[in-house]
């Protein structure tokens, strides 16, 4: 079965600090790897997404970078604040279908 | 204003008892998909349809049955529930751009079931 394995299950962040997070994938071809935020009582939302011909996306205080020779992609939180507290889940499609793969979450707390 | 809506967003019921959770877009979306959530295991996909009258398996779908027979409206029906279907379910809905790129999945808000 295809699978994202996401770590770490959860982090404690001072707030400024940066916060990571990391996803690694096995030997399928994926074509988007999406990064969504979930409140506690809400659904996901996407937070940022890249896909496999760029190396680093940033939007804001979030970054993601993917290596695709590793297998690998994360989301880097510069200057974690507090309203970034907030489950966090990668995830990502194989080509050619609508299939979501999603890691299992970490749950991060950024401490004031 | 646009969002994805579910029905019910609190359920209690007791094994095998048939229910329906209902999940309707107002953006016009082709694509929209049913997840489950448990807790260590994140977000698994149950079931997800392309457009009217096309659906596909997600990675969990024993257990479930979907219908799209209007683009708006995706119901996720349990047949026969049990109680290792308790869960928190999510309806997402997006876009499907030419040439099969993806874009952003909207979530409703919800549904937590509790089969007994």
């Known amino acids: 079965q295809q699978q994202v394995k996401q770590s770490p299950q959860s982090l404690i962040v001072q707030k400024g600090g940066i916060s990571i997070i990391n996803c690694a994938y096995e030997n399928t071809a994926f074509d988007y790897f999406p990064w969504y935020q979930q409140f506690p009582g809400k659904g996901p939302a996407l937070l940022i997404a890249i896909r496999p011909d760029v190396s680093e996306k940033k939007e804001g205080r979030f970054t993601i970078s993917f290596n695709k020779s590793a297998k690998q992609f994360s989301l880097h939180i510069m200057d974690s604040q507090p309203g970034d507290s907030a489950t966090y889940f990668c995830a990502a499609t194989p080509s050619g279908t609508y299939k979501y793969i999603f890691g299992t979450g970490t749950r991060l707390k950024v401490l004031a | 204003e646009a969002q994805v809506t579910q029905n019910p967003r609190y359920l209690i019921t007791v094994t095998g008892k048939k229910l329906t959770v209902t999940c309707s877009q107002n953006m016009n979306h082709e694509y929209m998909s049913w997840y489950r959530q448990d807790p260590g295991l994140g977000l698994r996909q149950i079931y997800y349809s392309m457009n009217v009258e096309v659906t596909d398996k997600g990675d969990v779908p024993e257990g479930y049955k979907v219908s799209r027979k209007e683009k708006r409206n995706f119901p996720l029906i349990l047949e026969s529930p049990s109680p290792n279907q308790t869960s928190l379910y999510f309806c997402?809905?997006?876009?499907?751009?030419?040439?099969?790129?993806?874009?952003?999945?909207?979530f409703g808000p919800g549904t937590r079931l509790l089969v007994l």
């Open positions: 997402a809905s997006s876009p499907v751009m030419t040439g099969g790129r993806k874009e952003t999945q909207y």
